[in-house]
């Protein structure tokens, strides 16, 4: 879902959560279906519709907690309203989104590391979405304007606001039973959005 491009000097929150995760990131982009030969829109709509059932429970615990270290902008950077437009350009309404499953076996997020580790995941996973909406953009004509928004969330900002989120990652002491918690929930986040795309039927 995100790079594993080493940064030099990278916080030691920051190594052990791209240790903690690699495996389960590279197990996770193999079953993704965007560059599949058999995707066509009817498959990539339901792909979003199960990252929608994924990314509305999951930023609604993350922000509804209080327990994000202060530093983390929730308005700029959520991804569901991203979501529900990109679902409504693809034919859905309002009631039809409402109406989709959304998962309910979510990490547990009861310390700020464990929010800490989610969010790890969450906005890692926009640094893919340049390749991602070009290669939609040329198989399924699907762009910004008519479902394919969310490929790319942060537009011409992804990379300055990635670098920003390891700032704040890098500012942010942990100890090592909280690095830890950090780890767990990121490890959680990613084997859980993998089992629910699965029980959705959207993977390969």
């Given at each position: 879902m995100h790079s594993q491009a080493h940064d030099i000097g990278a916080p030691p929150l920051l190594e052990a959560l791209r240790t903690g995760t690699g495996l389960l990131h590279v197990a996770l982009e193999k079953r993704l279906p965007f560059?599949?030969?058999?995707?066509?829109?009817?498959?990539?709509r339901r792909l979003l519709q199960a990252y929608y059932g994924f990314y509305r429970p999951i930023e609604s615990a993350l922000y509804d907690s209080d327990l994000i270290p202060d530093g983390f902008d929730c308005v700029l950077?959520?991804?569901?309203?991203?979501?529900?437009?990109?679902?409504?350009?693809?034919?859905?309404?309002d009631h039809g989104i409402n109406a989709l499953p959304r998962c309910i076996h979510l990490p547990d997020l009861d310390t700020?590391?464990?929010?800490?580790?989610?969010?790890?995941?969450?906005?890692?996973?926009?640094?893919?979405?340049?390749?991602?909406r070009r290669e939609m953009s040329l198989r399924l004509d699907v762009g910004?304007?008519?479902?394919?928004?969310?490929?790319?969330?942060?537009?011409?900002?992804?990379?300055?606001?990635?670098?920003?989120?390891?700032?704040?990652?890098?500012?942010?002491?942990?100890?090592?039973?909280?690095?830890q918690h950090a780890?767990?929930?990121a490890r959680s986040t990613f084997s859980g959005f993998e089992q629910w795309l699965d029980s959705q039927k959207v993977l390969l």
């Open positions: 560059f599949s030969a058999s995707l066509d829109v009817d498959w990539y950077r959520a991804k569901t309203p991203t979501l529900v437009s990109d679902l409504h350009a693809l034919g859905l309404d700020p590391a464990a929010c800490l580790g989610a969010l790890y995941v969450l906005e890692g996973a926009t640094l893919g979405g340049q390749v991602l910004a304007d008519n479902g394919g928004a969310f490929l790319n969330v942060y537009g011409a900002q992804t990379g300055r606001r990635w670098k920003d989120f390891l700032d704040y990652l890098g500012r942010l002491p942990l100890d090592a039973l909280a690095k780890v767990n929930a």
